[in-house]
């Protein structure tokens, strides 16, 4: 409170607030930086400084502000809240995976923000035994307790099971530290290493390979080896690229351990025997320019996922000894991509995406033959290797797979790898909710220079479509990522208010294989935002709704999505909600001591490129806000976000709000004790979103 206090007494200053229920108006200061000769004025760039006391004013008096204009749609919040928390599954487990002696899984009891990790004991013919004792190895909630953020990830346990490591995080800055439990003991290790990324174990139980990323950055550029035994850790290897990332695991035969280096377009990966982990790594091959693969080892032989000669990828394999001596096993059918590769002792599982679908393929090396599986629903989302469907072991004869849809809450399925026979061995209840009266739908819409782009909506079978329904529009298209048709029950309480829920599967992700996301980055990213106007005006033109009744939503590299379309058609959209958005994209990508932006310059361009710097310029949302009337907005932003920096959402809403012509809401809310994915534990985040709905469902007149 001390340290505020100066800014709060300087605020009328840096503020020009003329009655209470005004929003805030940021001051501007001169700044200018030259790039490629031409000046770049940004009078909003004291923003950036997070040591400044008067941005944090500024800040807190943005939330000040949208807490008192949404202060009427607090109870409708409170309600939505209270729904989502009543239908959140009391008890989750999830489905028990076998690794050495135990079975591990997670369980969320009523009540509880965070889960449990559980084992228990294999019977002695290795079956599950659910008499046997429990041991609970980490209570989230014991660790969490007194802190505003916790997040947990890469729970492993040694080979023997005697020890237990995992990564922690409590700044909500996606800065994860490294943590040893004894499980026999119940006592942590006196080990930490800080900014921890990925981690494997060693054959010897006690000797840990680690990636860490580096302070400033955040980029993951050191192969680390820590013994639980003691001693400073030693640095095996270091990515000085800054277009690469690294990440160490392991073959799914447990043999090696495997080390990655990735790009946006190029990776590298190395073997080290797991029962040598003193040795050095071996490189399978020299680094190649657009070569990206993945390798696994079967026996004597390598087999490798790789886009070389096959943009969708395709499966070859050599001896382990000649890396680089191919024989092709597999390539995908035309339009279909290789998304990732499983070798089991005596099965191949590839995960394939078609249609803007997934699903299984299995080679049997004892028939020689491949199998397909097929989903009925129109649109749904399968993953394979979740925590929630658990870990795969090396000889098992089954896989799992976590499947739903918009309409079918997730379930895990088993099939077997010999026949191809799938069943149900765990599914989410939601009791006296009847998803009956819900569908799905997958249109093609097409844009403005010929490509067919996929949408998939759902929606209450009752609602007529005659353009008056209320629409939410999503869309991300950015870095590969597809969008998944998967369910919410955030979605499903708009859904049951009468709201028709779309996302476009615009070009930038690969929902229609690589050839799609390459067509939505770098010199060709203009193609997603005009898929995502595309859609919006096919949405109008074929009666799912109307301008008036249309809010669109997207999140991070999303959020510039929602930023563009802003500019641009502004009369196209109602309301538009834009999270965590990557709003400033030229003052970010300029500056190369910010976390990860190197590693963006394969995605976005390379500023250094005058072709690419005026790219960017042409579309960056806040350098090309226009004197024009713009719809009703919600940015929120995230303090201690270290993806998407709290600045650029903050100099977009004080930039925006000093040039629209409209008296239409303009909302900034930063939370200040999260990160990039909001709120850690699980009833918080429903708070969260519950906000965010009322919000939409308030624009759209709807009350209840």
């Known amino acids: 409170m001390i340290r505020i206090l100066p800014a709060l007494l300087a605020l009328p200053a840096m503020l020009a607030l003329a009655e209470p229920a005004a929003p805030p108006v940021a001051a501007t200061k001169p700044w200018r930086q030259h790039y490629h000769g031409q000046a770049l004025d940004d009078e909003y760039h004291w923003l950036q400084n997070r040591r400044d006391p008067a941005v944090l004013a500024y800040l807190q008096a943005e939330n000040a502000h949208t807490e008192a204009a949404t202060a009427a749609i607090a109870p409708l919040a409170k309600r939505l809240a209270a729904e989502m928390r009543e239908r959140t599954t009391a008890s989750e487990l999830t489905v028990p995976s076998r690794q050495g002696g135990f079975y591990y899984y997670s369980r969320s009891a009523a009540g509880q923000q965070y889960p449990l990790n559980c084992r228990r004991r294999a019977a002695a013919d290795g079956s599950y035994d659910e008499q046997a004792p429990e041991q609970i190895l980490l209570d989230q909630n014991r660790l969490a307790r007194g802190k505003k953020f916790f997040a947990l990830e890469g729970l492993l346990p040694s080979p023997d099971g005697n020890l237990l490591a995992y990564r922690a995080d409590t700044s909500a800055q996606h800065q994860f530290q490294l943590h040893v439990k004894d499980l026999r003991s119940g006592r942590e290790l006196p080990l930490s290493v800080a900014r921890v990324t990925s981690m494997e174990w060693a054959a010897d139980n006690r000797t840990i390979l680690l990636t860490q990323a580096d302070p400033s950055t955040l980029r993951p550029d050191r192969l680390l080896r820590v013994s639980t035994a003691g001693g400073k850790p030693v640095e095996v ?155 795969a072991a090396y000889d098992d004869t089954s896989y799992r797979l976590r499947y ?212 960017m310029r042409s579309y960056s949302p806040y350098d090309n806000i226009k004197r024009q009337a713009y719809p009703a907005m919600l940015v929120t932003a995230g303090w201690r976000d270290t993806q998407a920096q709290y600045w650029p959402a903050a100099k977009y809403v004080a930039r925006l709000r000093a040039h629209k012509t409209d008296s239409r809401p303009l909302l900034l809310k930063t939370d200040f004790t999260s990160g990039h994915y909001g709120a850690s534990g699980r009833y918080d985040a429903i708070d969260g979103k519950a906000f965010e709905l009322a919000w939409m469902l308030d624009q759209w007149g709807i009350g209840n």
């Open 237 to 391: 290897y270091r990515e000085r690229d800054g277009n690469f990332l690294l990440g160490i695991g392991r073959t799914h035969d447990g043999r090696y351990l495997e080390l990655m280096a990735a790009s946006a377009d190029t990776s590298d990966t190395w073997l080290l025997p797991r029962d040598q982990p003193n040795a050095a790594p071996r490189l399978l091959m020299p680094r190649t320019p657009g070569h990206r693969y993945n390798a696994e080892t079967h026996g004597d032989r390598l087999y490798l996922l790789t886009n070389k000669d096959a943009p969708n990828f395709r499966v070859v394999s050599a001896p382990l000894a000649a890396p680089q001596d191919w024989t092709e096993v597999t390539r995908p059918e035309p339009g279909t991509l290789i998304e990732s590769m499983d070798v089991y002792r005596d099965f191949i599982v590839l995960n394939e995406r078609a249609a803007a679908l997934s699903r299984p393929r299995i080679y049997s090396f004892a028939t020689d033959q491949w199998r397909g599986v097929q989903f009925d629903d129109e649109v749904y989302l399968a993953q394979a290797n979740t925590e929630a469907a658990g870990v």
């Open 404 to 615: 739903q849809s918009p309409v079918t809450p997730p379930m895990v399925i088993e099939i077997d790898l010999a026949s191809g026979a799938h069943k149900v061995v765990e599914r989410q209840q939601l009791p006296g909710l009847d998803l009956e009266r819900f569908t799905t739908r997958r249109i093609w819409v097409t844009a403005r220079d010929g490509v067919k782009v996929p949408v998939w909506l759902a929606w209450r079978k009752d609602v007529k479509l005659d353009g008056s329904a209320p629409l939410l529009l999503y869309g991300y298209g950015g870095w590969g990522f597809p969008s998944e048709a998967g369910f919410s029950l955030g979605r499903l309480s708009l859904m049951e208010r009468g709201v028709i829920y779309a996302e476009a599967q615009i070009r930038g992700g690969n929902d229609l294989g690589e050839q799609w996301h390459d067509d939505g980055k770098l010199m060709k990213r203009k193609n997603v935002f005009n898929d995502f106007i595309d859609s919006a005006e096919h949405l109008v033109r074929e009666g799912y709704t109307r301008p008036e009744r249309l809010i669109a939503e997207g999140g991070s590299f999303g959020g510039m999505v929602m930023g563009v379309v802003a500019n641009e058609r502004p009369e196209l959209f109602h309301a538009i909600l834009a999270a965590v958005p990557q709003a400033d994209l030229i003052h970010e990508i300029t500056d190369p001591t910010l976390p990860m932006v190197t590693y963006e310059y394969l995605e976005s361009g390379d500023p250094k490129q005058k072709a690419a710097f005026d790219y």
